[in-house]
Protein backbone atom coordinates (compact mmCIF):
# COMPACT_ATOMS: atom_id res chain seq x y z
CA UNK A 1 0.00 0.00 0.00
CA UNK A 2 1.66 3.02 -1.02
CA UNK A 3 0.91 6.54 0.66
CA UNK A 4 0.66 10.58 0.32
CA UNK A 5 -1.40 12.14 2.47
CA UNK A 6 -4.41 14.40 1.24
CA UNK A 7 -3.34 18.06 2.48
CA UNK A 8 -4.17 20.33 0.08
CA UNK A 9 -6.67 23.16 1.46
CA UNK A 10 -5.67 25.33 -2.00
CA UNK A 11 -6.00 28.93 -0.45
CA UNK A 12 -7.93 31.74 -2.74
CA UNK A 13 -8.48 35.43 -1.71
CA UNK A 14 -12.25 36.54 -1.87
CA UNK A 15 -13.66 39.41 -3.04
CA UNK A 16 -14.54 41.93 -0.30
CA UNK A 17 -15.58 45.10 -1.54
CA UNK A 18 -15.55 47.30 -4.55
CA UNK A 19 -15.61 50.40 -5.91
CA UNK A 20 -17.42 52.77 -8.48
CA UNK A 21 -15.93 55.98 -9.68
CA UNK A 22 -17.34 59.38 -9.71
CA UNK A 23 -18.16 61.46 -13.25
CA UNK A 24 -16.51 64.53 -13.94
CA UNK A 25 -19.52 66.60 -11.92
CA UNK A 26 -19.86 64.27 -8.79
CA UNK A 27 -23.64 63.54 -9.45
CA UNK A 28 -23.03 60.21 -8.83
CA UNK A 29 -21.98 61.11 -4.95
CA UNK A 30 -20.39 57.37 -5.04
CA UNK A 31 -17.52 56.24 -2.03
CA UNK A 32 -15.21 53.56 -1.07
CA UNK A 33 -17.04 50.61 0.00
CA UNK A 34 -14.06 48.95 2.73
CA UNK A 35 -11.25 49.49 0.97
CA UNK A 36 -8.98 47.43 3.46
CA UNK A 37 -11.83 45.00 3.03
CA UNK A 38 -9.80 41.94 1.39
CA UNK A 39 -7.87 38.82 3.05
CA UNK A 40 -6.70 35.44 2.45
CA UNK A 41 -9.27 32.82 2.47
CA UNK A 42 -9.20 29.16 2.31
CA UNK A 43 -10.14 27.23 -0.89
CA UNK A 44 -11.38 30.41 -3.45
CA UNK A 45 -8.44 32.49 -3.60
CA UNK A 46 -9.90 35.83 -5.24
CA UNK A 47 -8.93 39.60 -4.81
CA UNK A 48 -11.33 42.20 -6.11
CA UNK A 49 -8.93 45.25 -6.20
CA UNK A 50 -9.86 47.99 -3.58
CA UNK A 51 -9.71 50.53 -6.75
CA UNK A 52 -12.84 50.35 -9.43
CA UNK A 53 -13.40 46.83 -9.02
CA UNK A 54 -10.18 45.82 -10.26
CA UNK A 55 -9.36 41.72 -11.08
CA UNK A 56 -10.84 39.75 -8.90
CA UNK A 57 -7.42 37.43 -8.99
CA UNK A 58 -7.41 33.90 -8.24
CA UNK A 59 -4.30 31.99 -8.20
CA UNK A 60 -4.94 28.66 -7.93
CA UNK A 61 -0.94 27.42 -7.57
CA UNK A 62 -1.37 29.21 -4.15
CA UNK A 63 -4.67 27.86 -3.23
CA UNK A 64 -4.72 26.10 0.11
CA UNK A 65 -7.17 22.77 -0.34
CA UNK A 66 -7.18 19.62 1.21
CA UNK A 67 -4.70 17.51 -1.29
CA UNK A 68 -6.02 14.81 -3.14
CA UNK A 69 -3.74 14.55 -6.43
CA UNK A 70 -2.07 11.47 -4.58
CA UNK A 71 -2.78 8.33 -2.92
CA UNK A 72 -3.62 8.29 0.59
CA UNK A 73 -1.39 4.95 0.98
CA UNK A 74 1.97 4.88 2.50
CA UNK A 75 4.83 5.51 0.27
CA UNK A 76 6.23 2.39 1.00
CA UNK A 77 4.30 -0.15 -1.61
CA UNK A 78 2.49 -2.96 0.56
CA UNK A 79 4.25 -6.00 -1.37
CA UNK A 80 2.23 -7.16 -4.29
CA UNK A 81 0.44 -10.50 -4.12
CA UNK A 82 2.01 -12.45 -1.18
CA UNK A 83 4.20 -15.30 -2.44
CA UNK A 84 2.93 -18.32 -4.09
CA UNK A 85 5.12 -20.66 -3.91
CA UNK A 86 4.65 -24.08 -1.15
CA UNK A 87 0.57 -23.02 -1.42
CA UNK A 88 0.04 -26.83 -1.86
CA UNK A 89 2.17 -28.33 1.03
CA UNK A 90 0.88 -24.36 3.17
CA UNK A 91 4.23 -23.73 4.05
CA UNK A 92 4.10 -20.05 5.55
CA UNK A 93 6.61 -17.76 3.62
CA UNK A 94 7.31 -14.85 6.07
CA UNK A 95 9.38 -15.42 8.83
CA UNK A 96 7.95 -15.22 12.59
CA UNK A 97 10.43 -12.14 14.42
CA UNK A 98 10.19 -10.32 18.03
CA UNK A 99 9.28 -6.17 17.48
CA UNK A 100 8.49 -3.82 19.75
CA UNK A 101 6.68 -1.36 16.77
CA UNK A 102 3.40 -3.12 17.25
CA UNK A 103 2.66 -3.84 21.25
CA UNK A 104 0.61 -6.94 21.83
CA UNK A 105 -2.12 -4.43 23.62
CA UNK A 106 -2.43 -2.50 20.29
CA UNK A 107 -3.45 -5.84 18.88
CA UNK A 108 -5.73 -6.65 21.87
CA UNK A 109 -7.51 -2.95 21.39
CA UNK A 110 -7.83 -3.73 17.79
CA UNK A 111 -9.15 -7.19 18.54
CA UNK A 112 -12.06 -5.98 20.99
CA UNK A 113 -13.11 -2.93 18.72
CA UNK A 114 -13.51 -4.87 15.23
CA UNK A 115 -15.98 -8.17 15.30
CA UNK A 116 -14.27 -10.86 13.20
CA UNK A 117 -15.09 -11.01 9.38
CA UNK A 118 -17.89 -13.16 8.40
CA UNK A 119 -16.76 -14.94 5.22
CA UNK A 120 -16.14 -18.06 6.29
CA UNK A 121 -12.27 -17.91 4.99
CA UNK A 122 -10.34 -19.70 8.57
CA UNK A 123 -7.90 -17.65 9.79
CA UNK A 124 -5.36 -17.71 12.35
CA UNK A 125 -3.46 -15.26 14.55
CA UNK A 126 0.19 -15.41 14.19
CA UNK A 127 3.14 -13.28 15.84
CA UNK A 128 4.17 -10.23 14.38
CA UNK A 129 6.21 -11.27 10.71
CA UNK A 130 8.68 -10.16 9.16
CA UNK A 131 6.90 -9.74 5.05
CA UNK A 132 8.59 -8.28 1.94
CA UNK A 133 9.55 -4.84 1.80
CA UNK A 134 11.04 -4.98 5.39
CA UNK A 135 7.28 -4.13 6.89
CA UNK A 136 5.88 -5.88 9.72
CA UNK A 137 2.52 -7.20 10.11
CA UNK A 138 0.94 -8.55 13.20
CA UNK A 139 -2.80 -10.24 13.15
CA UNK A 140 -4.58 -12.38 10.91
CA UNK A 141 -3.92 -14.83 8.33
CA UNK A 142 -6.01 -16.88 5.93
CA UNK A 143 -4.22 -19.83 6.49
CA UNK A 144 -5.07 -22.10 3.09
CA UNK A 145 -3.21 -19.38 1.15
CA UNK A 146 -1.20 -17.10 3.50
CA UNK A 147 -2.76 -14.05 2.95
CA UNK A 148 -3.30 -11.14 5.47
CA UNK A 149 -6.92 -11.36 5.86
CA UNK A 150 -9.18 -10.19 9.07
CA UNK A 151 -7.62 -8.06 11.29
CA UNK A 152 -4.35 -6.57 11.84
CA UNK A 153 -1.69 -3.94 11.97
CA UNK A 154 1.27 -3.37 9.88
CA UNK A 155 4.28 -1.15 10.17
CA UNK A 156 6.36 -0.20 7.23
CA UNK A 157 9.92 0.71 7.19
CA UNK A 158 9.25 4.57 7.81
CA UNK A 159 7.05 4.71 10.36
CA UNK A 160 3.91 4.81 8.72
CA UNK A 161 1.32 2.24 10.25
CA UNK A 162 -2.18 0.97 8.96
CA UNK A 163 -4.94 -0.92 11.78
CA UNK A 164 -7.47 -2.72 10.58
CA UNK A 165 -9.41 -5.06 8.72
CA UNK A 166 -7.85 -7.13 5.79
CA UNK A 167 -8.63 -8.91 2.89
CA UNK A 168 -6.29 -10.74 0.24
CA UNK A 169 -3.06 -9.02 1.65
CA UNK A 170 -4.92 -5.48 1.13
CA UNK A 171 -6.29 -2.97 3.72
CA UNK A 172 -10.23 -3.57 3.05
CA UNK A 173 -13.09 -1.97 4.65
CA UNK A 174 -12.94 0.02 8.20
CA UNK A 175 -9.39 1.07 8.87
CA UNK A 176 -6.81 3.76 10.11
CA UNK A 177 -3.80 4.90 8.36
CA UNK A 178 -1.09 7.21 10.41
CA UNK A 179 1.38 9.07 8.74
CA UNK A 180 4.75 9.90 9.87
CA UNK A 181 4.04 13.59 9.62
CA UNK A 182 0.91 12.93 11.94
CA UNK A 183 -1.89 13.11 9.83
CA UNK A 184 -4.63 10.35 10.69
CA UNK A 185 -7.46 8.58 7.99
CA UNK A 186 -9.62 6.91 9.25
CA UNK A 187 -12.46 5.08 7.15
CA UNK A 188 -13.19 2.93 4.78
CA UNK A 189 -10.34 1.21 2.32
CA UNK A 190 -10.28 -0.49 -0.86
CA UNK A 191 -7.29 -1.20 -3.76
CA UNK A 192 -5.47 0.19 -0.40
CA UNK A 193 -7.05 3.67 -1.01
CA UNK A 194 -9.71 5.38 0.71
CA UNK A 195 -13.13 4.56 -1.27
CA UNK A 196 -16.54 5.57 1.05
CA UNK A 197 -17.09 7.46 3.96
CA UNK A 198 -13.88 8.73 5.96
CA UNK A 199 -12.10 10.91 8.04
CA UNK A 200 -8.81 13.23 7.28
CA UNK A 201 -6.97 14.98 10.02
CA UNK A 202 -4.23 17.27 8.91
CA UNK A 203 -1.00 17.75 11.38
CA UNK A 204 -2.17 21.38 11.32
CA UNK A 205 -6.15 20.68 12.38
CA UNK A 206 -7.65 21.04 9.33
CA UNK A 207 -10.14 18.68 8.67
CA UNK A 208 -12.47 16.64 5.72
CA UNK A 209 -15.03 14.43 6.45
CA UNK A 210 -17.08 12.76 3.57
CA UNK A 211 -16.74 10.63 0.60
CA UNK A 212 -13.89 9.33 -1.29
CA UNK A 213 -13.09 7.27 -4.27
CA UNK A 214 -9.42 5.91 -5.16
CA UNK A 215 -7.92 7.79 -2.37
CA UNK A 216 -9.64 11.39 -3.20
CA UNK A 217 -12.08 13.05 -2.26
CA UNK A 218 -15.07 12.58 -4.23
CA UNK A 219 -18.86 13.15 -3.62
CA UNK A 220 -20.32 14.91 -0.49
CA UNK A 221 -18.04 16.54 1.73
CA UNK A 222 -17.19 18.58 4.57
CA UNK A 223 -14.02 20.72 5.34
CA UNK A 224 -13.00 22.51 8.52
CA UNK A 225 -9.96 24.89 8.73
CA UNK A 226 -8.50 25.87 12.53
CA UNK A 227 -10.08 29.67 12.26
CA UNK A 228 -13.82 28.05 11.97
CA UNK A 229 -13.80 28.61 7.98
CA UNK A 230 -16.10 26.06 6.25
CA UNK A 231 -17.09 24.20 3.19
CA UNK A 232 -19.49 21.73 2.95
CA UNK A 233 -20.44 20.34 -0.87
CA UNK A 234 -19.71 18.41 -3.94
CA UNK A 235 -16.31 17.20 -4.58
CA UNK A 236 -14.88 15.55 -7.46
CA UNK A 237 -11.34 13.62 -8.33
CA UNK A 238 -10.28 15.70 -5.03
CA UNK A 239 -11.31 19.24 -5.86
CA UNK A 240 -14.35 21.05 -4.95
CA UNK A 241 -16.92 20.91 -7.90
CA UNK A 242 -20.26 21.37 -7.95
CA UNK A 243 -22.75 22.66 -5.42
CA UNK A 244 -21.34 23.96 -2.57
CA UNK A 245 -21.61 26.58 0.82
CA UNK A 246 -18.23 28.42 1.49
CA UNK A 247 -18.45 29.89 5.07
CA UNK A 248 -15.12 32.15 6.13
CA UNK A 249 -13.78 33.58 9.46
CA UNK A 250 -14.41 37.33 8.25
CA UNK A 251 -18.01 36.69 8.08
CA UNK A 252 -18.28 36.46 4.31
CA UNK A 253 -19.69 33.16 2.53
CA UNK A 254 -20.05 31.92 -1.35
CA UNK A 255 -22.62 29.56 -1.95
CA UNK A 256 -23.41 28.35 -5.75
CA UNK A 257 -21.42 26.02 -8.08
CA UNK A 258 -17.78 25.38 -8.20
CA UNK A 259 -15.50 23.67 -10.48
CA UNK A 260 -12.08 22.65 -9.59
CA UNK A 261 -11.84 24.37 -6.37
CA UNK A 262 -13.31 27.72 -8.10
CA UNK A 263 -16.03 29.49 -8.24
CA UNK A 264 -17.31 28.92 -11.73
CA UNK A 265 -20.85 28.87 -12.76
CA UNK A 266 -23.92 30.63 -10.69
CA UNK A 267 -23.34 32.07 -7.54
CA UNK A 268 -23.85 34.24 -4.54
CA UNK A 269 -21.05 35.52 -2.50
CA UNK A 270 -22.14 38.01 0.34
CA UNK A 271 -19.34 39.80 1.55
CA UNK A 272 -18.29 40.55 5.08
CA UNK A 273 -19.45 44.08 4.85
CA UNK A 274 -22.99 43.17 3.90
CA UNK A 275 -22.54 43.85 -0.26
CA UNK A 276 -24.43 41.24 -2.04
CA UNK A 277 -22.86 40.24 -5.14
CA UNK A 278 -25.21 37.32 -7.40
CA UNK A 279 -24.81 36.40 -10.67
CA UNK A 280 -21.95 35.06 -13.13
CA UNK A 281 -18.26 33.73 -11.97
CA UNK A 282 -15.68 32.17 -14.19
CA UNK A 283 -12.71 31.08 -12.70
CA UNK A 284 -13.13 32.90 -9.81
CA UNK A 285 -14.09 36.36 -11.08
CA UNK A 286 -16.97 38.21 -11.78
CA UNK A 287 -17.88 37.87 -15.37
CA UNK A 288 -21.21 37.24 -17.17
CA UNK A 289 -24.21 38.74 -15.75
CA UNK A 290 -25.10 39.63 -12.25
CA UNK A 291 -26.23 42.47 -9.93
CA UNK A 292 -24.43 43.72 -6.98
CA UNK A 293 -26.01 45.93 -4.00
CA UNK A 294 -24.23 47.93 -1.82
CA UNK A 295 -25.23 48.36 2.19
CA UNK A 296 -26.33 51.70 1.16
CA UNK A 297 -28.57 50.56 -0.97
CA UNK A 298 -27.00 51.31 -4.60
CA UNK A 299 -26.80 49.12 -7.06
CA UNK A 300 -25.93 47.78 -10.48
CA UNK A 301 -27.24 45.15 -13.00
CA UNK A 302 -25.65 44.54 -15.84
CA UNK A 303 -22.43 42.97 -17.58
CA UNK A 304 -18.80 42.25 -16.02
CA UNK A 305 -15.99 41.60 -17.28
CA UNK A 306 -12.44 40.00 -15.33
CA UNK A 307 -14.56 41.27 -12.37
CA UNK A 308 -15.19 44.40 -13.89
CA UNK A 309 -18.05 46.21 -14.72
CA UNK A 310 -17.77 45.68 -18.81
CA UNK A 311 -20.61 45.92 -21.57
CA UNK A 312 -24.33 47.29 -20.94
CA UNK A 313 -25.19 48.05 -17.23
CA UNK A 314 -27.48 49.99 -15.03
CA UNK A 315 -26.23 52.21 -12.14
CA UNK A 316 -28.63 53.42 -9.41
CA UNK A 317 -27.75 56.19 -6.98
CA UNK A 318 -29.52 56.06 -3.15
CA UNK A 319 -30.32 59.77 -4.09
CA UNK A 320 -32.44 58.02 -7.30
CA UNK A 321 -30.06 58.97 -9.90
CA UNK A 322 -29.31 56.61 -12.75
CA UNK A 323 -26.87 55.69 -15.24
CA UNK A 324 -27.63 53.20 -18.38
CA UNK A 325 -25.28 52.97 -20.78
CA UNK A 326 -21.35 51.02 -21.56
CA UNK A 327 -18.85 50.83 -19.37
CA UNK A 328 -15.55 49.58 -19.96
CA UNK A 329 -12.83 48.05 -17.80
CA UNK A 330 -15.31 49.49 -14.58
CA UNK A 331 -16.23 53.14 -15.79
CA UNK A 332 -18.39 54.42 -18.01
CA UNK A 333 -17.46 54.17 -22.02
CA UNK A 334 -19.42 54.91 -24.67
CA UNK A 335 -22.84 55.70 -25.05
CA UNK A 336 -25.21 56.35 -22.01
CA UNK A 337 -28.34 57.82 -20.65
CA UNK A 338 -28.50 59.76 -16.91
CA UNK A 339 -31.76 60.44 -15.08
CA UNK A 340 -32.30 63.12 -13.10
CA UNK A 341 -35.31 62.13 -10.63
CA UNK A 342 -35.97 65.98 -9.69
CA UNK A 343 -36.94 66.66 -13.41
CA UNK A 344 -37.93 63.31 -14.29
CA UNK A 345 -35.49 63.68 -17.41
CA UNK A 346 -33.07 60.94 -19.29
CA UNK A 347 -30.20 62.36 -20.91
CA UNK A 348 -28.16 60.71 -23.65
CA UNK A 349 -24.44 61.61 -23.88
CA UNK A 350 -21.26 60.26 -24.36
CA UNK A 351 -18.85 59.20 -21.89
CA UNK A 352 -14.90 58.27 -22.12
CA UNK A 353 -12.62 56.60 -19.33
CA UNK A 354 -15.54 57.52 -17.16
CA UNK A 355 -15.55 60.93 -18.05
CA UNK A 356 -19.04 62.63 -20.00
CA UNK A 357 -17.53 64.31 -23.19
CA UNK A 358 -20.80 65.40 -24.44
CA UNK A 359 -24.20 65.77 -24.12
CA UNK A 360 -26.07 64.39 -27.31
CA UNK A 361 -29.30 66.57 -27.95
Known amino acids: MGCSCTKHIKDEELVNSYHINNDENNINNEKDINKNDIEDIYNTNIKIKNKNMKNIELNNNNSKTLDTTNNIVPKTQIDPEPKQQNINNNKFPYKIITTDKIPTE ?3 KLLSEYIPLTD ?26 NYRHGRGIQVWPNGEKYIGYWKKDHPYGKGKLFHINGDIYEGDFDLDQPNGNGEYISNNGEKYKGEWKNGKQEGKGEEIWPDGSQYVGQYKNGKKSGYGVLNLADGSSYEGNFENNFMHGKGVYKF ?20 IIWPNGRKYEGEFKDSNKDGYGTLIEIDGKKYRGEWKNDVKDGEG ?3 YPKENIWKKGIWKNGKRIKWIN
Request: with cysteine.
Open 106 to 108: ELD
Open 120 to 145: EIIVELKSPCLCDNEVIYYGEWDIEN
Open 272 to 291: SDKTIYEGDWVMNKIEGKGV
Open 337 to 339: EKY
